[in-house]
């Protein structure tokens, strides 16, 4: 298959908006050229569809498919728990490490100030708080928190993930007019709903179970 019959992707729909965009701003383009484009261009298929929106502009470059990414290598158990466990170390204990840097340095100012030493005394705020967060993190380890903290993460990443894949597929149908530019929630819903019966769109993620 040619380059020209490979599927565009939203980036590449995105590039193409951008592109005539400019045209538009340096005078090549009419409003209603550039608004009937802009609404080729997001209900594009293929690299020819975003093509053929290009050709008569002497300033567009033609979009270039990105090369696709090798995959991620898989990780072991033992790496997968090291790295879960020192993202959850780091969620529990980067407040008190801030707070550490920044109570450190006003003493440290004020000892180099008076030319004498001067207790620590962030030690009270530090050393208190610091015993809460290791009673917390001994507790957290041995219940699990930090694989419970991994898939929550991951649920916050696939939750913005299918925000972003929703947004393209509304500014596609606002620009193909199968929406209106300012859709009711009900309306939004029923797309929606359609969009993932279709598969265009992969259902909502679900929050991981606690429980597991």
Do not use: C
Request: glycine content about 8%.
């Amino acid at each position: 298959m040619g380059r020209e019959g490979m599927r565009a992707a939203d980036e590449d729909r995105r590039k193409v908006a951008e592109q005539l965009q400019l045209a538009l701003e340096e005078g090549r383009l009419d409003l209603t050229e550039y608004d009937e484009r802009v609404q080729g261009a997001y209900s594009a298929k293929t690299y020819a569809d975003l093509d053929r929106l290009l050709t008569d502009l002497p300033n567009a470059a033609p979009i270039v498919p990105a090369a696709p990414q090798p995959p991620s290598p898989v990780m072991t158990g033992d790496k997968a728990t090291e790295k879960a466990t020192g993202a959850w170390m780091a969620h529990v204990w980067g407040a008190w490490a801030k707070a550490a840097v920044f109570f450190t340095l006003i003493w440290g100012v004020a000892a180099l100030a008076s030319n004498e030493t001067i207790f620590y005394w962030p030690v009270w705020v530090l050393g208190p708080w610091g015993v809460v967060l290791l009673l917390r993190t001994a507790g957290g380890l041995a219940q699990g928190e930090p694989r419970k903290h991994a898939a929550e993460q991951e649920h916050r990443r696939r939750l913005r993930e299918h925000k972003r894949d929703r947004k393209a597929l509304y500014n596609r149908a606002i620009a193909a007019g199968e929406l209106p530019a300012k859709p009711t929630k009900e309306q939004r819903k029923a797309f929606i709903a359609e969009a993932v019966s279709r598969g265009d769109l992969p259902p909502k993620p679900r929050r991981p179970a606690t429980g597991e």
